[in-house]
């Protein structure tokens, strides 16, 4: 009989956020495979337990992985974890946990805390939906390239950075995004924690502390939304096209409707102007 493997949330920073349920798991698998044996070492000790651990990172995962199915198919039941949180949510796992479903091995979530949806749930944002999209690219340009390809969403946009790159970050949703409001979470649920919401043009860039992981949340107010954009020039408009269908999934004819629709021009004479500007 095959084993199961478990995806099991853990605490973001307080150890007591972890679940009755969890602590189960993690005490009756045969092995867990961790992002950092170190972190998670922390965790166990401090709940007494005693389960091996192995490391699975984004540098070995594509090596650890098959080994790891083998002894799920002998029988052998593993969790995988990361850090903090829930596994594979911008974080290692989801190789091994597609190569699992490939093998016909039961997957079994095991739910708990999250940075994203611990900072919208304190945010105050009141909406129907929000777009969740990870980590920004490290290299600057990059990075207003990305934000630019998320001006046509109108929903709150929730990311995750590193401290050393939260100022810069910041200073490029400024100017990509001057009207919205934001809300900055440090350290959730650690002793240093801090949560600030204000607009955008009204925070201190300079006053952020480079210290601790950041999750923000990017809103455009409500007669923001409604309003036109400016039309970005024809590269930007190039590099936002080609993040959508990449990034998002979407194919070009919807990409461009929906471009059309935030910047309230004609779909066709922003194919226009998009063919114009590849010639």
């Known amino acids: 009989m095959q084993g199961i493997l478990y995806v099991v949330a853990t605490p973001i920073g307080n150890l007591e956020d972890v679940s009755f349920r969890a602590l189960r798991v993690l005490r009756e698998v045969s092995l867990i495979a961790a992002e ?9 000790q401090h709940y ?5 651990t192995t490391s699975l990172h984004e540098h070995n995962e594509r090596a650890r992985v ?3 199915i083998q002894r799920l198919k002998e029988g052998e039941h593993i969790a995988v974890v ?12 989801a190789l091994l946990v597609a190569a699992a479903h490939d ?4 997957v079994e979530p095991i739910p708990g805390p999250n940075a994203a949806i611990a900072a919208l ?3 105050g944002i009141s909406a129907t939906g929000f ?10 340009l990059a990075r207003k390239h990305w934000l630019l390809s998320l001006t046509a969403e109108t929903r ?17 949703i400024a100017e990509v995004f001057p009207d919205a409001l934001v809300t900055i979470a440090r350290e959730l649920t650690k002793a240093h924690e801090e949560l600030v919401v204000r607009p955008i043009s009204g925070l201190n860039i300079s006053n952020v502390p480079e210290r601790g992981e950041f999750t923000v949340i990017v809103h455009c107010t409500p007669s923001r939304a409604d309003e036109p954009l400016p039309l970005p020039t024809d590269e930007q408009l190039g590099t936002i096209l080609g993040e959508m269908t990449n990034n998002d999934g979407l194919d070009k004819r919807r990409a461009i409707q929906r471009l059309a629709k935030r910047y309230r021009v004609s779909t066709n004479s922003l194919y226009r102007r998009l063919v114009a500007g590849k010639k």
Do not use: K, Q
């Open 36 to 44: 950092d044996t170190r972190r998670t070492a922390r965790l166990l």
């Open 48 to 52: 007494s337990i005693p389960t091996p």
């Open 66 to 68: 098959p080994r790891l």
């Open 82 to 93: 990361c850090d903090a949180g829930t596994p594979v949510v911008s974080d290692p796992g």
């Open 103 to 106: 093998a016909g091995i039961r």
């Open 121 to 123: 749930s304190a945010s």
């Open 131 to 140: 777009v969740f999209v990870g980590f920004p690219p490290s290299r600057a």
């Open 156 to 172: 709150p946009v929730v990311l995750y950075e590193a401290p050393h790159r939260i100022r810069g970050l910041l200073t490029d």
